[in-house]
C-alpha cells in the first residue's frame, strides 16, 4: 500500500537545515520533517573518501545506528544499486525502478535476506557531493507497507538538496574548527604553566586548567564573582595600572610580574597585550594574555619530562631534575632524603641508560631537551 507523506511547512524546514549547522537538535527534526515529507521510515546521510575507502560521515535517523555498519561490512560488496546509481550526476534523486527492473531488485540477496527483513527494502536517495575526494548521500527508507519511491518524491524532496548539500558544508567547516579549537585547547591543558586570557577589563574570556588550578587554591590569583580576574597585592597593581595605562609601569618593563599568595607560594606572570585584532580561538574582545608560571608546578613538569625523554625512574628523574637545578650529589641526597651512597647509585643508572659518563655531560643533555625549555621562574 503506498502512504503518501505529511505535509509540512518547506522554508521552515530550510530555515531548521540553516540552524542545525549548529543545533544538533534541530538538524535532526529537520532531517526527519523531510523524511515524513514522503512517508519515509527512517534515514541516512554517509559520507566516504572513494580514494581512501574512509568514512567520515554516518548520520542515522530513526533506525539502530547497527544498520550502517551492518550494511557497510556485510552488504556494501553485494549492493547491485551501487554500480547504476555511481552514473547519476550529484543532486538528482534515484529510486529503485529507475536503477534496475523491480523484478531484479525483489531477487537480490539484499533485498531479501537484510532489507526486508529489517523492514527497509525501498529507498530514495540523492547524491550531495560526487567529486574524487568526496562522496556522499542522503538516503531516506521506505517501509514494506510504505511501498516504493517514485519520481514524484524526488519531485517533493528535491528542493532541500541544495540547502542539505550547503548546510552539510558549514557542517563540516564548523566541525573542522572545533576539532581545530579541541586540540588548541587540548595542548593548551598539557602547558605545564598557566593561561589566561582577559579582556580591558580584565574579564576572563578563557583560561587553560593549569590556571584554573592556581585560582582554586590561595595562590595569588582569583575569580571574581563578576567574572574578573583579581591578582592580589602590589603585582595586582601594577596589572591593573599597566591595563589602564598605554605603558607597562616602572620596573616591569619586561611584563614580569610577582605575586605572593597567601598560601605562601610566589607566581611569576608574564603579562602580554594583544594587537586589536582578536585571534579566532579566543572568545570576545581579547586584550591581554597571561603566562603564570608556578616553580612547584614547574619542578614537577619538568620531573615528568624528564622520566619521558630519558627512560629512566621517577626517583632518578627527581635526582636529575635537582642536579639541573646546580645542587650537588650530597645536596640532591639532603633533598630526597637518601644516603650519598643511593644518590650515585641512581646517578650511575641514569648514566648507563642514557650512554652519559658525567654529571657535566648529562646536564648539557637535560638543558637541550624538552626539559630544558621549562626555565625556572
Known amino acids: ?42 534515514s541516512n546521510i554517509t559520507g566516504v573518501n572513494p580514494r581512501t575507502g574512509q568514512l567520515f560521515r554516518a ?13 557497510r561490512t556485510e552488504w556494501f560488496d553485494r549492493e547491485i544499486r551501487l554500480e547504476p546509481a555511481m552514473r547519476l550526476p550529484a543532486g538528482e534523486g534515484y529510486f529503485e525502478s529507475r536503477l534496475l527492473p523491480t523484478r531484479v531488485w525483489k531477487r ?25 575526494a568526496k562522496l556522499s548521500a542522503f538516503a531516506i527508507h521506505g517501509s514494506g507497507l510504505r511501498g516504493q519511491f517514485d ?8 528542493p532541500f538538496v541544495p540547502h542539505l548539500q550547503r548546510a552539510l558544508a558549514i557542517r563540516d567547516r564548523v566541525e573542522a574548527s572545533r576539532l581545530k ?23 576572563i574570556l578563557e583560561c587553560n586548567v593549569t590556571a584554573a588550578a592556581l585560582m582554586t587554591r590561595q595562590s595569588g ?14 603585582g595586582g597593581t601594577q596589572l591593573h595600572r599597566w591595563m589602564l595605562g598605554e605603558t607597562p609601569p616602572e620596573g616591569i618593563a619586561d611584563g614580569l ?24 580561538w579566543m572568545a570576545g574582545d581579547a586584550a591581554w594574555v597571561l603566562l603564570v608560571f608556578d616553580p612547584n608546578r614547574q619542578k614537577s613538569a619538568r620531573t615528568e619530562l624528564l622520566r619521558q625523554d630519558l627512560d629512566i625512574s621517577d626517583r632518578e628523574a627527581e635526582l636529575a631534575a635537582l642536579l639541573v637545578q646546580g645542587l650537588d650529589v650530597a645536596q640532591v641526597a639532603a633533598q630526597m632524603n637518601i644516603s650519598v651512597h643511593t644518590a650515585r647509585t641512581h646517578l650511575k643508572s641514569i648514566f648507563a641508560k642514557t650512554g652519559h659518563g658525567s654529571q657535566a655531560e648529562l646536564i648539557r643533555r637535560i638543558l637541550t631537551g624538552p626539559a630544558g625549555t621549562l626555565s625556572e621562574s
Open 1 to 42: 500500500m503506498y502512504r503518501r507523506g505529511r505535509q509540512i511547512d518547506r522554508q521552515a524546514v530550510i530555515e531548521k537545515l540553516y540552524v542545525g549547522t549548529t543545533d544538533e537538535k534541530t538538524w535532526t527534526e529537520a532531517i526527519n520533517e523531510i523524511t515524513d515529507f514522503v512517508g519515509g521510515a527512517s
Open 59 to 71: 548520520e542515522t535517523y530513526r533506525v539502530d545506528p547497527q544498520f550502517l555498519e551492518t550494511y
Open 108 to 132: 537480490s540477496d539484499i533485498y531479501n535476506d537484510f532489507l526486508s527483513k529489517i523492514d527497509r527494502p525501498w529507498f530514495l536517495c540523492f547524491w550531495l557531493h560526487k567529486n574524487p
Open 151 to 158: 519520481s514524484t518524491d524526488v519531485a517533493r524532496v528535491q
Open 181 to 203: 579549537i579541541g586540540a588548541l585547547t587540548a595542548t593548551m591543558d598539557r602547558l605545564p604553566f598557566g593561561v589566561i586570557v582577559l579582556d580591558q577589563n580584565r574579564r
Open 221 to 234: 590569583l582569583s575569580r571574581q564573582p563578576d567574572g574578573c580576574l583579581r591578582v592580589r597585592g602590589r
Open 257 to 280: 610580574l610577582r605575586v605572593r599568595g597567601v598560601d605562601g607560594s610566589v607566581l611569576s606572570i608574564m603579562a602580554m597585550p594583544l594587537p586589536k585584532e582578536t585571534p579566532s
